[in-house]
């Protein structure tokens, strides 16, 4: 999977913005804050149809206009697709691909993309709902059913909640809310889903984190990934994790209902859903003790590159166009000479990798071939000799 074009209108600093792109790597050259990480991030909007850094899709339309548009001409063997995504203030956003309107869920199901940035140190040291988000948008790259399964769970935890915080309220007792059985069902079922295919990515990611985390730290360390699963009552914060197997999984319904069952006197009187998908974590483990409590910066940023490289991998495996475009933003200028190496060596084989970077001597000579120079929301002059201007 090639990018060959991206054209942006109104998006973030960019009023107009047309980039050729083509295979292997490319790097966006310029100064702190001229729209390098912007370019980046449009394509990891088609992808993940968010923003790796802000929780908005306002916030990436420009100042004193009403949309923004970003355009991706795509290419994979002979197969070209113009893939488009208009992001509105007030209105729900749109996508086309080749000029006909689809969903804007179904964008991942045309494009797919790993995007490193220093904001994905919160995956090590954040909370469990970034580590929740970054299984969940690799799942709707894999399968991109995944996504309604997701959003129906999502609106069924609405509901349930809601019944919930109305028998608080109200003080109506267990006896009276058959309609929360109803829910029940509903969360069990969607909930299972969820939690399996999550099990089942954490088991693929595993060698290849594992791997990839040798390959950036240049040192011989084990790195492990381990479910956190509520149903079983699994609680990283007192160190009790319950590791779910293929028996466990296969029952995991009945274990479902029989965990909402003993926590149902608690959920009224809390008014909220105490156990499911909404709250399992990931634990990572780096030689035997919790990365978040015990890992040094550098480990953590080892061990979440280590994530995304995994994630590159999973998909460069089960895609049937290719490898996933793989961006690095900003991160050269976080890792020693060494590390450095040993990143540019690890992504050189991916049909296209694209990087940010404000120094241009921070990306080793064999990714920085190709250089675009970017300044105050104006793509420059490419070339072998970029401006850093």
Not at 93 to 100: G, I, L, Y
Not at 103 to 110: I, V
Not at 209 to 216: D, L, P, S, W
Not at 365 to 373: G, N
Request: glycine share 6%; proline share 4%; hydrophobic share 40%.
């Amino acid at each position: 999977m090639l990018v060959r074009h991206l054209s942006l209108t109104d998006f973030r600093n960019y009023e107009t913005a047309e980039v050729d792109l083509g295979p292997g790597p490319t790097l966006f050259v310029g100064s702190n804050g001229q729209g390098k990480t912007n370019l980046v991030e449009s394509l990891g909007f088609l992808s993940t149809l968010g923003s790796h850094r802000v929780p908005t899709d306002k916030a990436m339309i420009r100042a004193g206009t009403e949309s923004a548009i970003i355009r991706a001409r795509l290419e994979h063997g002979d197969r070209s697709l113009l893939v488009e995504a208009q992001l509105n203030k007030s209105s729900p956003n749109r996508a086309q691909v080749n000029r006909s309107a689809i969903k804007t869920r179904e964008l991942p199901r045309y494009f797919s993309s790993v995007l490193f940035a220093p904001e994905d140190l919160a995956l090590v040291r954040g909370e469990p709902s970034g580590r929740r988000r970054f299984l969940d948008e690799l799942l709707v790259l894999l399968s991109p059913r995944v996504s309604g399964i997701l959003s129906d769970y999502d609106r069924v935890l609405r509901q349930r909640n809601t019944l919930l915080k109305s028998a608080r309220t109200s003080g109506v007792g267990a006896a009276q809310l058959g309609t929360l059985d109803i829910w029940d069902e509903r969360l069990v079922s969607l909930g299972s889903e969820i939690i399996r295919a999550r099990a089942r990515l954490v088991e693929e990611l595993s060698p290849h984190v594992a791997e990839a985390y040798r390959t950036v730290a240049g040192a011989e360390h084990s790195a492990t990934l381990a479910p956190v699963l509520s149903v079983f009552g699994s609680d990283p914060e007192t160190e009790t994790i319950e590791q779910p197997t293929t028996e466990t999984l296969e029952m995991l319904e009945p274990a479902f209902r029989e965990a909402l069952a003993a926590k149902r006197r608690s959920e009224l009187e809390r008014g909220v859903t105490l156990l499911g998908p909404h709250r399992d974590d990931l634990l990572l483990v780096l030689n035997g003790l919790p990365a978040r409590g015990y890992a040094s910066h550098g480990e953590s940023w080892s061990f979440a590159l280590a994530l995304k490289l995994a994630s590159a991998h999973v998909l460069r495996r089960d895609s049937s166009v290719g490898d996933p475009v793989l961006i690095l933003d900003d991160v050269f200028a976080e890792l020693d000479e060494n590390r450095r190496m040993r990143l540019s060596a690890a992504v050189r084989d991916f049909e296209q990798v694209l990087i940010t970077a404000a120094v241009r001597d921070d990306v080793p000579d064999e990714l920085a071939a190709t250089a675009i120079s970017i300044r105050q929301g104006q793509v420059l002059e490419s070339g072998v000799k970029a401006d850093e201007g």
